[in-house]
């Protein structure tokens, strides 16, 4: 892949190329900037038990692999996975060891109940933290939830995502598999994407769906603006496992392409450990 960029690049050819691309495409459509972002992070949630036992020692290890920003879970709803520790720190405390570490803090998951009952402190933690981003993880509906309970949780984030754009901060939801499956007729999170107030809750597309069969690019072109995070991740099919990115079935040129189209502004990997590494080399290489 890389090879095949610098000779493009090199030719003389690509400008007649681009010329000829950029005719097909509306003129409000047109960037003259790179689709493929500067700076990537990743979400702590894989490496959370070397994070807890040193905090600032894996944050300054993450930067080490090229990573420029980290996506943090709630320390008060993550308390049962672990977190516990962390809520000892205020988030300017916290703010000041990640930027030490040459990292920024622009968004964090958090779980519905936190939301529900401490909204206003976890408002304030954000802040302090400088977040522009919260994000509802899941809404942990019973596995067989209809799609109506989908619908009215919805409905129950819009009323939180009113709270939190008061307060500057942008309300996000993010999808597992769960919210790809169908009842009936109707895709779950097809339906979620209806309720949800664009305005007030924007989404971050896990990628990690692409081995069921759904294309994060598809959903950036199909909804536009829609989206401002993406959870990074790849599927070997011959393996039948996640691999790092770049070494899977996952169209990254077109995907960042499409993540334009869709809104996406941060990127975050999230996968087993081991794919750190060699998922930051890629994305650099880019």
């Excluded at 895709?187 to 081995?211: C, G, N, R």
Aim: with cysteine; net charge negative.
């Amino acid at each position: 892949m890389k090879t095949n960029r610098r000779k493009f690049i090199k030719t003389t050819g690509a400008a007649i190329g681009s010329a000829a691309l950029f005719s097909q495409i509306p003129l409000s459509m047109i960037s003259c900037s790179s689709p493929v972002p500067k700076d990537f992070g990743f979400q702590v949630w894989t490496i959370r038990e070397k994070l807890i036992a040193d905090f600032a020692g894996t944050l300054k290890m993450m930067a080490g692999l090229g990573y420029k920003q980290v996506e943090m879970c709630s320390p008060l709803g993550y308390s049962n996975a672990g977190f516990e520790p962390l809520n000892s720190m205020s988030g300017t405390e916290m703010r000041k060891i990640i930027e030490d570490a040459g990292l920024t803090c622009v968004s964090s998951h958090y779980g519905m109940g936190e939301l529900r009952e401490s909204l206003d402190n976890r408002i304030e933690w954000a802040t302090q933290l400088g977040m522009k981003q919260m994000v509802a993880a899941s809404f942990w509906l019973p596995k067989d939830a209809s799609v109506d309970e989908y619908r009215a949780a919805c409905e129950e984030l819009n009323g939180i995502g009113e709270k939190t754009k008061a307060a500057g901060i942008q309300m996000v939801f993010h999808n597992h598999h769960m919210e790809f499956e169908k009842r009936g007729e109707e895709l779950i999170y097809d339906e979620m994407l209806k309720v949800l107030d664009p305005s007030l809750v924007k989404m971050q597309f896990q990628v990690a769906v692409v081995d069921i069969g759904y294309q994060a690019a598809d959903y950036f072109r199909n909804h536009p603006g829609r989206f401002i995070s993406a959870h990074l991740a790849d599927y070997s099919t011959e393996l039948k496992k996640q691999v790092p990115v770049g070494q899977g079935i996952v169209d990254w040129k077109d995907f960042f392409e499409a993540a334009k189209v869709g809104g996406v502004k941060n990127f975050f990997v999230e996968m087993d450990p081991e794919t750190f590494g060699p998922s930051a080399e890629f994305l650099q290489s880019l």
